[in-house]
C-alpha cells in the first residue's frame, strides 16, 4: 500500500540520523521504556483531489515527524532536538520524491514545546511536512 510505504519512507529517514535512539510510525510503546532523543512519524491529514489532464489523482497527506529529547539539561535537550529536526529537513530536502516514491516532500512548519518535570527537562519538536503523491 502506497501510504504505508510513504509511511516507512519517512521513518527510515530519521533512522539515518546517529543521534536518534528509537524511530517509530505512530507513537512508541511506553512499556519498552523511554529512549532519548525519539522520533516518531504520524499523519495529521490529508487531501485527494481529482485532475482532469490525464485522469490522474492527486493526494497531499500531511504528516508529522515528533522529535523528542529529553535531558537533565535544559540546553542539551533543546540542542538535541533542534539538531535533529534541522537533519530530517536536509535529508528530506536533499531527495524531495523519496526515491522516486512520490512527486513532491516539503517541509512546511515546525512547532517547539517544552516538557519540564522535575527529574528533567524535555522538548518536543513537530516537524508538518506536506507529500504530493500522483495515483
Not at 2 to 16: H, Q, S, W, Y
Not at 45 to 64: C, M, N, P, S, V
Not at 77 to 101: E, P
Amino acid at each position: 500500500m502506497l501510504f504505508t510505504d510513504v509511511e516507512n519512507a519517512l521513518a527510515a529517514v530519521a533512522e539515518e540520523i546517529d543521534e536518534v535512539e528509537e524511530v517509530s510510525v505512530s507513537e512508541p510503546s511506553l512499556r519498552r521504556g523511554f529512549k532519548s532523543p525519539r522520533v516518531f512519524v504520524w499523519i495529521r491529514d490529508g487531501e485527494i483531489r481529482e485532475l482532469t489532464l490525464g485522469g490522474r489523482t492527486i493526494h497531499l497527506w500531511r504528516f508529522e515527524y515528533v522529535i523528542d529529547a529529553v535531558s537533565g539539561d535544559p540546553a542539551a535537550a533543546y540542542s538535541q532536538a533542534k539538531k535533529i529536526m534541522w537533519k530530517i529537513y536536509s535529508k528530506l530536502m536533499s531527495d524531495r520524491s523519496l526515491g522516486g516514491l512520490v512527486r513532491d516532500v516539503r517541509p512546511v512548519s515546525f512547532e517547539r514545546i517544552e516538557a519540564p518535570s522535575e527529574q528533567a527537562y524535555g522538548h518536543r519538536i513537530y516537524l508538518l511536512v506536506e507529500v504530493t503523491v500522483e495515483a
